[in-house]
């Protein structure tokens, strides 16, 4: 059983249907990237398997649990995390009290110390940062925060929603080198981002999305053919 | 001229302690909630209907009875108002407001109830020539322990920290496992408590309560939350300092014209709204995130 | 989900409210002359109702300050038709203003250069506010409101202060005050489609991409603050030649509170939901009125304590938001149910 199964999902906004047939499975300690042109739903999708959206229809398993229609309070607690687009940092906390919100969502509340220090080794600029304003940090250091603190509820599954948008391209390589790091302590982890080039060539498999659907399927094979890249996002014949 | 300065302070910190028992609920809920006047009324009319029982008891009731009908608002009407057009859930709470002063003129009478509570309270103190009067020195007091305790609360506990969050940016809030429905009665809570004491500072001085007991100052510290920046919980409190510090320095100023405070009290208001229309603790002009 | 109102001429949208309003302003004032009066009182509202349905139903933008605009219009019109003599003894002592005394004119005229003044107060006190949004602009437009009453209610030497100025000649043909407010339909119906409507519109639903259109947000909220200001001083106007008297109070919380709800209840961004509403809560607060006073419905005779009233409108009023936050129309022009058309 797939840890987190996403079947025919339609989400959107009111009467406004963004995403009208997804579906994909994912295994535990494999990545899932999503690309597609700009304004296509990716977030939407990310933000209803959360569940900050309410879904229309279709199901979201996590786990072999039916987390269709759930708050997202709860499905945090049940495993599943999200780094907003934009990370979202509440750059009038500091540091650390950005990081204790994050193990609100922990099950194990328990383990809350270990976990701490955990992040810290993983993202030592959370130590060198701990007391400062969120506000203040880098754009680099705030994705590093904003992963850590989705990162410290010890979730099976990450979403994570354009880790590298605003970012230099040092910096993104030090971000998905970590995710890796992640990925093999064996958090399962679904990105979504604008690069095509850099997710396909780094997840297990990329799902294009187009007109609220699949378009294609690609490995990191596909990701040196720009030829088969362009046609998935433009389209045969467009 | 020092018993007026005691009285400015004394005002400001009353109408600071209204300004944040609204505050928090609109931190959380963008929702500007009228009827935290009915929850003033509702604590008045309780510890006026308590003086029978021992201070500390009349005073515990009260906070319960407040904190209770809070509850009760928050459950049976803002909780189907959540992500509503704010428009509507101020109409809606103002709505709400004339709903419980109704009900209370209904169950109470128009006719209002008053009894002393804590004569102890009223009267002065003489000190060194002066001559000044304990409910200001109380009112201060009292405001700054509360204000105190609040701030620890807000900036010290996990409790704070949620609200505080949760007042910035609601949604990540959930996505890190707030739970919504838990904070927002936290929070309603909370400024019912708050409201306990407004209603007993407002009691010593003025025993005569009606049904629109708790209206006036409503406004006022709705005022304030706006001045003060309606983004932060200090904010809150600042602005209802301000605006019951301008409030007393004006009946004191004006003397005989008095009774055009208000009118210069709302123009101080205009003014600073269009200089800064996030209020005075934003930084300039920050959108409005309502 | 908010509509975007319409941008064409339709006459069902247009001749539909004009019917309604004509119709029952025929049969209801017909049945007796206390009903006679509640019905002028009513069409007085809903010229408000009207004004605020100008600015906050296309803007977005709350309005508390409306009362002031009403307040100004009623206390011009009844200045400058109050007889003479009453007027003297209204303003103190005090030159400058007694010279305004002897100003008189007639009804329609007053009633006229009452609704222009206010449009300019508001063009005025419009060129501030209108940078605000939201909450700010909620406030800023209450302390225009709390100003405004704080100096007319202590000010004995502009206006009878806390007294009422009786006397006021009043309208006795309901038919003049609805062809006011049919008057009134036409021009708010022709702003709503008008491209500044549309425009005004436009911003309601994104503020953030209106400028990025060209749209001059502060412009069209201006003249739509100015139209409604115009539009709520003749509300004033006519209230007083209703009334018979001018009294400050009238036009304060509970008159800004009673007009908002009935474009709330309505539905905020139509013509239609203005008027629906207020029919709806007029109707409503009338049945409970003669229900406190013992109403026959087919043989039984409903009774409802005294002061009950307040509560069952107030709580209503709520219940109606739970239901249906857009108001009850959604948003909707007039339209003739479509089984009919055929």
Redesign the interface.
């Known amino acids: 059983m797939a840890l987190l199964e996403v079947s025919n999902l339609v989400a959107g906004y ?2 406004v249907q963004v995403i009208s047939d997804v579906s994909f499975s994912l295994e535990p300690g494999k990545s899932i990237g999503i690309v597609g042109p700009n304004g296509v739903g990716k977030s939407t999708l990310l933000l209803t398997i959360a569940g900050a959206i309410s879904p229309k229809a279709g199901s979201i398993k996590l786990d072999s649990t039916n987390i269709f229609g759930m708050r997202p309070e709860d499905i945090v607690r049940l495993g599943l995390s999200l780094v907003p687009e934009g990370r979202q940092i509440f750059s009038g906390l500091t540091v650390k009290e950005n990081l204790s919100l994050g193990l609100t969502g922990r099950r194990d509340k328990k383990g809350s110390h270990e976990a701490v220090a955990r992040m810290h080794e993983l993202f030592p600029v959370l130590s060198t940062h701990e007391h400062h304003q969120a506000g203040m940090l880098s754009g680099g250091q705030q994705q590093q925060l904003a992963i850590a603190r989705a990162l410290i509820s010890d979730p099976k599954v990450l979403l994570l929603d354009e880790p590298s948008l605003g970012l230099a391209p040092t910096v993104i390589a030090d971000v998905f080198e970590r995710l890796r790091e992640i990925i093999q302590m064996g958090t399962a982890v679904v990105i979504v981002e604008q690069r095509a080039n850099l997710v396909t060539s780094f997840a297990d498999e990329t799902i294009v999305i187009r007109d609220g659907k699949i378009q294609s399927r690609l490995t990191p094979a596909d990701a040196s053919n720009s030829d088969s890249l362009n046609r998935s996002y433009f389209g045969a014949g467009d | 001229m020092i018993q007026s300065i005691l009285d400015a302070i004394s005002l400001g910190g009353l109408y600071s302690l209204a300004a944040l028992g609204l505050g928090l609920v609109f931190g959380v809920m963008r929702l ?1 909630n009228f009827a935290h006047g009915e929850l003033i009324t509702i604590a008045a009319y309780t510890l006026v209907l308590t003086t029978q029982f021992p201070l500390l008891l009349s005073l515990v009731l009260t906070i319960c009875v407040t904190a209770f009908v809070a509850l009760i608002m928050e459950f049976a ?1 803002y909780r ?2 959540r992500g ?5 859930m ?3 709470s ?3 407001s ?2 419980l002063q ?2 209370y ?2 169950t109470f009478g ?1 006719l209002p109830k008053s009894a002393v509570v804590a004569p102890s309270l009223s009267g002065v103190v003489k000190f060194s020539g002066l001559s000044i009067t304990i409910s200001s020195l109380i009112t201060i007091v009292l405001a700054v322990v509360i204000l105190l305790a609040m701030g620890y609360l807000v900036e010290r506990t996990s409790l704070g920290l949620q609200l505080r969050a949760a007042s910035a940016d609601f949604r990540t809030a959930r996505l890190l496992g707030v739970r919504s429905n838990r904070l927002i009665s936290s929070a309603f809570v909370l400024s019912g408590v708050l409201a306990s004491f407004v209603a007993f500072i407002l009691v010593i001085q003025n025993p005569v309560v009606n049904p629109y007991y708790g209206l006036n100052i409503t ?1 006022l510290a ?2 304030g939350i ?1 001045i003060g920046g ?1 983004s932060s919980l200090r904010g809150a409190a600042l602005g209802g300092f301000i605006v019951g510090v301008i409030l007393s320095g004006l009946n004191t100023v004006l003397g005989n014209g008095r ?2 405070s ?2 210069w009290l ?2 101080t ?2 003014i600073i ?2 200089v800064r ?3 005075l603790l934003s930084k300039g002009s920050e ?2 995130r ?1 | ?1 908010r509509h975007g109102g319409v941008t064409k001429f339709s006459s069902q949208n247009l001749f539909g409210p004009i019917i309604i309003i004509s119709a029952l302003t025929f049969f209801v004032g017909r049945t007796s002359a206390s009903l006679q009066l509640i019905t002028q009182f009513t069409l007085c509202y809903f010229m408000m109702v009207l004004a605020l349905q100008v600015f ?1 139903g296309n803007s ?1 933008v ?1 309005s508390f300050g409306h009362g002031s605009f009403a307040l100004i219009g009623s206390y011009i019109s009844g200045m400058l038709t109050a007889p003479i003599n009453i007027k003297g003894h209204a303003l103190a002592m005090n030159q400058l203003w007694q010279a305004l005394v002897p100003l008189h004119t007639n009804i329609y005229l007053a009633l006229l250069i009452s609704a222009i003044v206010s449009a300019l107060f508001a063009a005025l006190t419009g060129s ?2 209108m ?6 602009a ?3 437009t ?3 409101l ?2 405004t009453y ?2 007319f ?2 000010n004995k030497r502009i206006g009878p202060g806390s007294q009422a100025l009786p006397a006021v000649p009043t309208i006795s043909n309901t038919y003049i005050l609805l062809l006011l407010a049919v008057l009134a339909i036409i021009i708010v119906y022709l702003f709503n489609i008008s491209h500044t409507g549309r425009t005004l519109r436009a911003t309601r639903e994104d503020a ?1 991409a209106a400028p990025a259109l060209g749209i001059n947000i502060y412009k069209v909220r201006l003249i739509a603050f100015t139209l409604s200001g115009f539009l709520a001083g003749l509300s004033g106007g006519m209230y007083v030649h209703v009334a018979g008297t001018f009294q400050v109070q009238d036009y304060y919380l509970e008159f800004t ?1 009673l007009t ?2 009935m474009l ?1 209840v309505g539905g ?1 961004a139509s013509l239609w939901g203005a008027l629906l509403g207020t029919i709806v809560i007029s109707a409503i607060g009338q049945l409970l009125l003669m229900m406190e006073q013992d109403l026959p419905i087919f043989g039984i005779h409903v009774h409802i304590p005294l ?2 009233r ?2 069952i409108i ?2 209503a ?2 219940a109606m ?2 239901w249906r ?2 108001g009850i129309v959604n948003g909707k022009e007039f339209a003739i149910p479509a089984f009919w058309r055929k």
């Open positions: 009111g009467k | 500007v009407i189907r108002l509503v057009n704010p428009a509507i101020l109409v809606a103002f709505g709400l004339t709903v109704r009900i003129e209904f128009a406004i709705l005022v706006v309606i009774v055009y208000y009118t709302f123009i208001v205009l709204l269009l229309p996030g209020g959108l409005e309502v | 989900m906050v977005g709350l501030l506010l940078r605000l949004s939201g909450l700010s909620g406030i800023a209450f302390a225009l709390g100003v704080n100096v209610f202590n953030m509170f908002l709800s709330i905020s002061g009950s307040a509560v107030a709580v009023f709520v938001l739970l936050s857009s």
